[in-house]
């Protein structure tokens, strides 16, 4: 029975080392896959060397539209590991979008959500 109890002992010590090596993994960093890369600045930065963005920008040439008293605006939101990168023109009294793109927080990569 005493050699049964040293076993026993042992499984048990090698089953904790085991579970606490899997507990320890789990609190490791996160994936660096779920961590952007591109900061919101860096996703408007990319979707204004667009050539239809530079397009849209050059209707401003003095940063206001002399026929509707616009300005472009060219923003990022949160979406999930991504940028939504919203540019439109700010009216008096309301705004005219000219597209929604999808910056990947990885790689930068756009994509126009027309």
């Known amino acids: 029975m005493h050699c049964d109890t040293k076993k026993l002992a042992l499984t048990l010590a090698l089953a904790s080392v085991y579970f606490f090596n899997q507990n320890l993994a789990g609190l490791a960093a996160p994936d660096s896959k779920h961590k952007r890369k591109i900061s919101a600045q860096q996703a408007v930065t990319l979707v204004k060397k667009r050539s239809d963005v530079k397009k849209f920008l050059a209707l401003f040439p003095n940063g206001k539209s002399k026929k509707t008293q616009g300005f472009p ?42």
């Open 73 to 114: 605006v060219v923003e990022a939101e949160e979406l999930d590991n991504n940028w939504n990168v919203h540019v439109y023109e700010q009216m008096p009294d309301h705004t005219a979008t000219m597209n929604w793109f999808e910056v990947d927080g990885q790689t930068g990569a756009i994509k126009p959500m027309e």
